[in-house]
């Protein structure tokens, strides 16, 4: 496996790619993407009083899509049939997902993309992660008195919005990898748009919940999910989005130049800065000096894998990573399910999530010691720490080696769920694990032409220092604040063999490495590991998933002095298998989600 070679990191070539581009698509002779055909679900069972649908792993030759919504998985197994690749499809899904799952993600948010290249034999990582204004100043979040403002007032208004990169991301990587015209990707999306979709059920009852959060505070966005006697829109209504379609005409035509220097960029900076009450400071400048950035991939030894994942600015690869380096101390393997090897899990999650808070966050702004994170040395002191017989109340960070000279305060702000996760794999052995959100469900409450705008800034730590010290995810001109998103690929003999992620906030690194660790060392199949309920430490009282079989690990975990909270855990896993030649798909019961495949 290879990493990407150094002429990719130089920023001017991913900056400059979108300008070369509106040529290239009027003059392109590639095969158009198909029309909408009905949509080919899963074997989906009906929804048991878990309140989970029961699905069956999908198997399939030649290519496959997993996500969150139907429609989406629809677009790209359409792209993929008519002969596009991993990234064609990759516009297509996300694209279709800002549409049918408008509060999870969408252009108006952020992403990070682990891209294999099959034909070159390279894992790349790119972040298209919001960015803080570039007037921005560690002070952001407090409020006149100098205290850190709530949660929920921040939230809501143009404050918190970051400037979003999902469509730089989607026009860079077609650009660099697309095989079909990029008109054709967004036509079916720009149909629906126009024609109309049903309102599924879990997109109605997020409304709902959300109108509880100030959803309908804002008339453009009150009119789009809410009827005129101000209730919200039920599932089964048919929603039509015509200011999105026009949207997408204009970027099918000019690209991403509109969003970023033009009439959209206007639109959003006037959005942005004119609310009231929590207006906020980004400028058309922080839009037109936007860039999509490749990453080196942070990958860590577990068993007989490689078990690759994002680096900073997302807590994700490097947390997932730490957790494993730690199991890999304990025989995970042979004690299997139960209470022992849960508790070993917690323990390694609880000493993963203390490092995480004391220092990740943006790597261009805080010196990391990324290397010294995942030290094997360094992890062995920490799996040390681990006691079979009792729970640790909570965890301390360590000292790992090349640790930056600058002492930071540990930062454990919260991070809501707001996201989505899907994976691809084409014919030709290309895969995409990408995550992508808006952050809190519907974002800042904010919608201009048809999508909503993210409230990234509120990722970034309220307080900029604590006893003295500084966060190093306080707030700071164009940073880019921690995530927990953990898109990931496990290789086995230098070839992909997993693809995962999942939305959830901060539980997300918990989902994924708790998936990871069902496939490779409980032997369970992709669907069985997304489906194993959740068990989930970030660094103080243990969460199970209620209506479960985890629950009954409740009572022996007790024993051992975990403290145990049992609640919804409602992830989003989407997941490929690839085994013996053969590509395993598996979606979330917890959600809608599907697999198709060929």
Not at 23 to 32: L, S, V
Not at 228 to 248: M, W, Y
Not at 531 to 544: E, I, K, M, W
């Amino acid at each position: 496996m290879t990493l990407p070679p150094l002429r990719h990191l130089l920023p001017g070539l991913l900056a400059a790619l979108p300008l070369a581009a509106t040529t290239a698509w009027a003059q392109d002779t590639r095969p158009q993407a198909p029309q909408q055909q009905p949509v080919q679900s899963q074997d989906v069972q009906p929804e048991g009083a878990s309140g989970r649908t029961e699905k069956k792993t999908v198997t399939a030759e030649r290519f496959m899509v997993a996500a969150a919504n139907p429609h989406a998985v629809e677009a790209g197994y359409n792209v993929l049939t008519a002969g596009g690749n991993a990234v064609d499809a990759m516009v297509a899904v996300q694209l279709m997902l800002n549409l049918t799952e408008p509060q999870s993600s969408g252009i108006g948010g952020g992403a990070f993309l682990l891209y294999w290249d099959a034909g070159q034999r390279q894992l790349l990582t790119f972040d298209s992660r919001e960015t803080a204004p570039a007037a921005a100043t560690p002070d952001y979040w407090l409020n006149e008195a100098g205290e850190p403002m709530d949660f929920w007032e921040a939230l809501v208004g143009g404050r918190s919005v970051g400037v979003p990169g999902t469509l730089k991301l989607l026009e860079v990587t077609h650009n660099l990898y697309g095989s079909m015209p990029w008109p054709a990707l967004l036509q079916p999306v720009i149909e629906m748009a126009e024609q109309g979709f049903e309102i599924s059920p879990r997109l109605a009852g997020a409304i709902a919940d959300a109108q509880q959060r100030e959803l309908d505070k804002y008339p453009v966005t009150r009119d789009y999910f809410f009827n005129g006697d101000g209730t919200p829109k039920a599932a089964g209504t048919t929603l039509s989005n015509p200011e999105f379609a026009d949207t997408l005409r204009l970027i099918a035509e000019a690209g991403s130049a509109p969003f970023y220097r033009g009439a959209i960029a206007e639109e959003i900076v006037a959005a942005v800065t004119n609310t009231a009450d929590n207006p906020g400071i980004m400028t058309l400048q922080d839009l037109a000096d936007y860039q999509v950035k490749l990453r080196a991939p942070v990958c860590t030894p577990y068993r007989a894998y490689q078990v690759c994942g994002m680096g900073p600015p997302t807590s994700g690869g490097l947390t997932v990573g730490q957790i494993l380096g730690v199991l890999e101390h304990f025989d995970i393997l042979g004690l299997g399910l139960g209470p022992e090897s849960v508790h070993l899990y917690l323990e390694a999650a609880k000493l993963a999530y203390a490092d995480r808070a004391m220092y990740m966050a943006d790597s261009d702004f805080v010196r990391m010691p990324l290397r010294g994170l995942l030290d094997p040395t360094y992890l062995t002191v920490r799996a040390q720490q681990v006691a079979r017989d009792r729970a640790m109340a909570q965890a301390e960070a360590g000292n790992p080696p090349w640790r930056a000279a600058q002492v930071f305060a540990p930062d454990r702000s919260p991070e809501r769920p707001g996201t989505s996760h899907f994976v691809i794999v084409d014919a030709e052995g290309n895969a995409v694990s990408m995550t992508t959100t808006i952050e809190t469900g519907f974002g800042s409450r904010l919608m201009v032409r048809g999508f909503l705008l993210n409230n990234e800034l509120t990722d970034f730590s309220f307080a900029p220092e604590a006893d003295g010290r500084p966060v190093a995810n306080r707030v700071e001109g164009g940073k880019r604040p921690r995530s927990s998103m953990s898109p990931t690929m496990v290789f086995q003999n230098d070839a992909p063999m997993l693809l995962i992620g999942s939305p959830g906030g901060s539980r997300i690194i918990n989902y994924v490495a708790k998936s990871i660790v069902a496939i490779l060392d409980w032997d369970m199949d992709i669907q069985q590991a997304i489906g194993l309920g959740h068990f989930v430490n970030r660094n103080g009282a243990t969460d199970l998933e209620e209506g479960t079989d985890i629950v009954d690990l409740q009572a022996p975990l007790e024993a051992l002095g975990h403290e145990i909270n049992v609640r919804d855990l409602n992830s989003g896993l989407h997941g490929i298998l690839i085994r013996d030649g053969q590509l395993h798909g598996g979606a979330d019961p917890r959600r809608e989600g599907i697999v198709m495949g060929e």
